[in-house]
C-alpha cells in the first residue's frame, strides 16, 4: 500500500525485477532461473522443480543448458534413477551464485521499501 486509505494513491504499487544480462542485453538469469535453482537445490529434483513451478521438464532443462552455455559453468549435475531413483544437485558456483543474489535481492528489497516510501510520502502530501 502506497498511502492511507482514501489518499490519491493507496492501491499503488512499486513493483521491480532483477536480472543478469550479458553486454548485449541478453538475458541469462532472472528470478525465474533462480527460483527453479532454489526449487532443485531444495527438492533434489529438476523434474519435482519443474512440477512445483508448473513448467514442463523440457522448458527447465532447455532453460537450464542455455543459461549454463552463456555463462559458461554448470549449474547442476545429475544422476540418472536406478532402484533409488535419480536426483539433480546444484554445483557450487550455482549454490554461491544463488546464495549471492538472495542477499543482493535482500538488499535491494530494503532500498527500494525505503526510497518508495519516500516517494509515496512525498506525493501523497497535502497541497
Known amino acids: 500500500m502506497a498511502g ?34 532454489d526449487e532443485i537445490n531444495r527438492l533434489g529434483s529438476l523434474k519435482a522443480a519443474s512440477d512445483k513451478m508448473k513448467i514442463s521438464y523440457r522448458k527447465a532443462w532447455g ?11 554448470k549449474l547442476i549435475t545429475k544422476t540418472r534413477g536406478g532402484i533409488s531413483g535419480g536426483k539433480s544437485e546444484l554445483t557450487s558456483e550455482a549454490k554461491e551464485l544463488l546464495i549471492a543474489y538472495n542477499e543482493l535481492k535482500k538488499d535491494f528489497d530494503l532500498a527500494i521499501k525505503n526510497i518508495t516510501k519516500k516517494f509515496f510520502n512525498k506525493i501523497n502530501q497535502p497541497k
Not at 482514501?6 to 553486454?23: A, P, Q
Not at 532453460?63 to 559453468?73: D, Q, R, V, Y
Open 63 to 73: 532453460n537450464l543448458k542455455e543459461t549454463e552455455e552463456i555463462i559458461g559453468f
Open 4 to 37: 492511507s486509505k482514501n489518499s490519491l494513491y493507496y492501491d499503488v504499487f512499486l513493483k521491480y525485477k532483477i536480472w543478469l544480462s550479458t553486454n548485449d542485453n541478453k538475458n541469462i538469469i532472472g528470478e525465474g532461473m533462480l527460483c527453479l535453482l
